[in-house]
């Protein structure tokens, strides 16, 4: 979170200063997860187990994408995505209605983007390590899998999703 603060502040300084912007829009590194935009229907592979809704939107002249998500039992959570060209990732940070705060970075990696850190619980305080993989389906889908660090080191299924467009 202090990262994006100070990103903020500095875009905002630069601003102030009168230095050009930078166009994220044609940037190929800024793109690489345009093919997460859009809404979605969030259900389990075979479609019959629905999870939720996404809407991933580009904000900032296409610097930020911003993730809004609703669950089917009332579970709300949103991030913020970017790509950092000093040190060439893309960030995540989640926060949801009281349940997690996440944080990763990565990038493309196997035509699928990849990126790996924290999840941190608020209710225990326990933090442990977290990663995802978002792949773009050749039926149009996106599938969405993310894995957390159990006590013993060894990765376990956090969430499985399959994202089919409703716009």
């Known amino acids: 979170m202090r990262r994006l603060l100070l990103t903020l502040c500095l875009a905002l ?3 102030a200063r009168g ?3 930078f166009d994220c829009d044609a940037s190929p590194e800024h793109r690489q997860f345009d093919f ?3 809404s979605w229907e969030v259900t389990d592979k075979a479609g019959e187990t629905r999870y939720g809704a996404n809407r991933i939107s580009k904000r900032d002249a296409g610097c930020l994408l911003l993730e809004e998500y609703t ?3 009332g579970f709300t959570g949103s991030s913020v995505n970017y790509y950092n060209p000093s040190d060439k990732q893309w960030h995540q940070h989640w926060i949801d209605n009281g349940t997690s705060i996440i944080q990763t970075a990565g990038g493309m990696r196997d035509g699928s983007m990849y990126m790996e850190g924290t999840i941190y619980y608020l209710a225990t305080a326990k933090t442990s390590g977290f990663r995802g993989t ?3 389906l050749e039926d149009g889908r996106v599938r969405q899998f993310f894995e957390e660090k159990n006590a013993e080191g060894v990765w376990e299924t956090w969430f499985d ?3 089919s467009r409703t716009d």
């Open 13 to 15: 300084a630069a601003q």
């Open 19 to 21: 230095q050009a912007s």
């Open 36 to 38: 997460w935009l859009g």
């Open 71 to 73: 669950g089917a039992r």
């Open 134 to 136: 978002w792949t773009p």
């Open 161 to 163: 999703g399959y994202y």
